[in-house]
């Protein structure tokens, strides 16, 4: 079992920055991606972006340039960095750790609010 505790949510204005962290524990080697999920209000949970082990990344279009993931293998800790914030941006945030080669690795926080007031 793989454990993950997300911090870093809050309230920020239009146009300002948060910084989310993942904080991974538990059987970390059977996980070899690690990512971000958001879920707005009234819609379904989406994708934000994700980073493998090796450090490959995969951003949503709706926020490259403006998010940046990263993670910190000696901390088990995964990051990301939201600049620009916009009204859209509006959800809860979900971190995801699983393994790309099987389903059976699949965990989830139990995410952390982010809202971005116009």
Do not use: H
């Amino acid at each position: 079992q793989v454990q993950l505790v997300e911090s870093g949510g809050g309230l920020v204005q239009a146009g300002g920055s948060l910084r989310l962290s993942c904080a991974a524990s538990g059987s970390i080697f059977m996980v070899n991606a690690m990512g971000w999920y958001r879920q707005p209000p009234g819609k379904q949970r989406e994708l934000v972006a994700t980073i493998t082990s090796r450090g490959s990344t995969n951003y949503a279009d709706s926020v490259k340039g403006r998010f940046t993931i990263s993670r910190d293998n000696a901390k088990n800790t995964v990051y990301l960095q939201m600049n620009s914030l916009k009204p859209e941006d509006t959800a809860v945030y979900y971190c995801n750790a699983r393994n790309t080669y099987s389903t059976r690795y699949d965990y989830w926080g139990q995410g952390t609010q982010v809202s971005v007031s116009s």
